[in-house]
């Protein structure tokens, strides 16, 4: 997260908390601890948080992290792109000559 986005958690966080400190100190401190979180999913915490608890939020309690990217999920729909634009007729081929040559060696 960014200092901008600290800031913008900190607005929501001072509006539910009035006696919410807000300093710079504060604010470089948490975007330094912060720097790798997804602002949208902390700012979800943030907003759960705020609605069952009677204290402000700590960054344990809000922290979250987007999700690793699958990378073999990602190739899989790279390939499906892929495969969408290759024309009937060749898919046809294709799978004729695989046909074939499942058939030949079956034998």
């Known amino acids: 997260m960014t200092k901008a986005e600290v800031l913008e958690l ?22 330094d601890v912060m720097k790798g979180m997804d602002f949208d999913r902390v700012m979800a915490r ?3 948080h705020v609605t069952t608890n009677k204290f402000p939020p700590t960054i344990a309690e ?15 729909e790279r390939w499906k792109r892929e495969a969408a634009q290759v024309p009937e007729s060749k898919k046809r081929e294709f799978y004729e000559a695989v046909k074939k040559l499942v058939e030949d060696k079956s034998k």
Not at 62 to 76: G, V
């Open 10 to 31: 900190f607005k929501l966080i001072k509006s539910i908390y009035p006696n919410f400190e807000v300093t710079q100190e504060k604010i470089d401190m948490w975007a």
């Open 46 to 48: 943030a907003k759960e």
């Open 62 to 76: 809000i922290s979250a992290y987007a999700p690793e990217k699958n990378e073999h999920l990602e190739k899989f």
